[in-house]
C-alpha cells in the first residue's frame, strides 16, 4: 500500500467543491419530481420495439452517428441530416458542447435555470458568467447581449421552456440574441413538445443557434438517455471530432426511432398532460398564500408561505415526491411535474393538509 497516494490531490483544483449529482431513490412514492412522462409507455409501441429487437445481436459497435434516428429526427423537425447530432441524454450533449467550444472561455448561463449548464461548465474547465433572470423570471436579454460582447464569452445557454420556472423565451428575443452575438447561442428545448414556440425556425438564418432536444420529458424514453441537437452542419462537424465514438447504444438507438417513427401516438398523452396541468395550476392558485408562475411546460414552480424543506419532507412522508426549488430568487419554492389525474389530486390534497387548509 501507498500511504502517499491521494486521489483527490491528482483532481484539477479548480473542481474544488463539485459534489457528486444527487439523486436520492424512493420507492412506493409518487414521483412528481424529475419532469418524466407519468404514463405507461404505449404497449404496441413496446411491442414493436420487441420485434424490431428479436434481428439484433449486440455483438458489433452501434452506428456512431446513429444513422436511422437522425433520419426520423430530419423528417421531425425538418432540419437536413448533417445539422443533426444524436446523443446519451442531451446532458452529454451538453457536456461535448462546452467541451469543443467552452473550455478556457466564458459561458452564459441564466439563472435560475437548468443546473446542469454551470456543472458541465466548471468541469470543461469554462467560466460560468450568469445574467440573473428579472421579475417573473424573464430573460434579461439586453443583459445577454452584454455578456455575449465580452471577447472571452463562447457559449451562451437558454432554455426555453426554462426549467424550473416554466415560462418560455419568444424566438424573437432569442434573434435578438444570435444576430449580437459571435459566441454559440444554445436553445435548450427539453419541454417544447408540451408548449413554448420553437426556435428551430431561425437555425436557417442563423449558423450560431443550436437546439437542445431530448426523448426523456414527452417521449417517455428517459431511462434509456436520448438526445439530440440541431444546428449548422458545421457545427455538427466541429462537435464530431470532440464525441465518444459510441456515445448513443443500439438498443436506444432503435428504441427512439421507433418512437419517432410512432409520435403521433404521444399526441394524446401530451394533451391530456396539458389538460390536466391547467386543472393543478388553477387549484394551486386557489390556495391563499400559495404563488404559482405561469407555466407552458409539464411542471408547475410554486412558492408557499412555509419552508419549502418543510414542504418537501411532509410530502415525503406522505408518499408522494417533488422537488425543493429553495435557492437565491426562489425562496420557499417547489416544482412538481405534472402526473396522472389521480396522482395530481393527492398532492394537492396533502398540501393542503400540510399548509393547514
Ligand atoms: C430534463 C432536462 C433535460 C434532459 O436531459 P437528458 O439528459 O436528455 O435526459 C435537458 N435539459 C433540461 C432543461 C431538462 O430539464
Known amino acids: 500500500m501507498n500511504a502517499a497516494f491521494d486521489p483527490a490531490a491528482l483532481v484539477r483544483p479548480d473542481l474544488d467543491g463539485l459534489v457528486p449529482y444527487q439523486v436520492h431513490i424512493h420507492h412506493n412514492v409518487i414521483k412528481l419530481d424529475a419532469n418524466e412522462n407519468p404514463y405507461d409507455f ?7 420495439i420487441w420485434r424490431e429487437l428479436g434481428n439484433h445481436t449486440f455483438t458489433r459497435y452501434p452506428d456512431p452517428v446513429a444513422g436511422d434516428l437522425v433520419d426520423r429526427l430530419s423528417d421531425y423537425t425538418g432540419v437536413p441530416a448533417g445539422g443533426i447530432l444524436a446523443g446519451n ?22 439563472p435560475p435555470t437548468f443546473s446542469m449548464y454551470e456543472v458541465h461548465a466548471r468541469i470543461a474547465g469554462a467560466r460560468p458568467v450568469n445574467v ?8 434579461d436579454t439586453p443583459g445577454v447581449i452584454a455578456a455575449a460582447r465580452h471577447p472571452e464569452t463562447r457559449v451562451i445557454f437558454l432554455c426555453s421552456p426554462n426549467n424550473p420556472t416554466g415560462n418560455a423565451t419568444p424566438p424573437e428575443e432569442v434573434a435578438e440574441i444570435l444576430k449580437n452575438s459571435r459566441a454559440l447561442v444554445v436553445v435548450d428545448e427539453a419541454y417544447q413538445e408540451f408548449g413554448g ?3 428551430v425556425p431561425l437555425l436557417e438564418e442563423y449558423s450560431n443557434l443550436v437546439v437542445l432536444r431530448t426523448f426523456s420529458k414527452a417521449f417517455g424514453l428517459a431511462g434509456l438517455r436520448v438526445g439530440y441537437l440541431l444546428a449548422d452542419p458545421a457545427v455538427v462537424q466541429q462537435l464530431l ?38 386543472e ?4 394551486l392558485a386557489a390556495l391563499p398564500g400559495v404563488e404559482v408562475f405561469p407555466t407552458v411546460a409539464n411542471f408547475i414552480l410554486f412558492r408557499t408561505p412555509l419552508p419549502a424543506e418543510q414542504v418537501y419532507r411532509e410530502l415525503l412522508a406522505n408518499g408522494i415526491l417533488i422537488r425543493n ?16 389525474k389521480d396522482e395530481n389530486r393527492l398532492f394537492l390534497e396533502k398540501l393542503k393538509m400540510i399548509l393547514g387548509l
Open 42 to 48: 404505449p404497449p404496441s409501441i413496446r411491442e414493436e
Open 132 to 139: 440573473p433572470r428579472r421579475q417573473n423570471f424573464i430573460l
Open 280 to 283: 393543478l395550476y388553477r387549484e
Open 89 to 110: 441524454g442531451s446532458d452529454e450533449l451538453i457536456l461535448t458542447l462546452l467541451l469543443t467550444f467552452g473550455t478556457g472561455g466564458r459561458v452564459v448561463i441564466t
Open 325 to 340: 426549488m429553495h435557492s437565491p430568487g426562489l425562496e420557499q419554492c417547489l416544482r412538481v411535474t405534472v402526473g396522472k
Open 197 to 199: 414556440e420553437s426556435c
Open 241 to 278: 471530432r470532440i464525441k465518444q465514438p459510441f456515445n448513443l447504444n443500439a438498443f436506444s438507438q432503435l428504441a427512439a426511432r421507433t418512437v419517432m417513427a410512432r409520435r403521433e401516438e404521444f399526441g394524446q398523452l401530451i394533451n391530456q398532460i396539458l389538460q390536466d396541468r391547467e
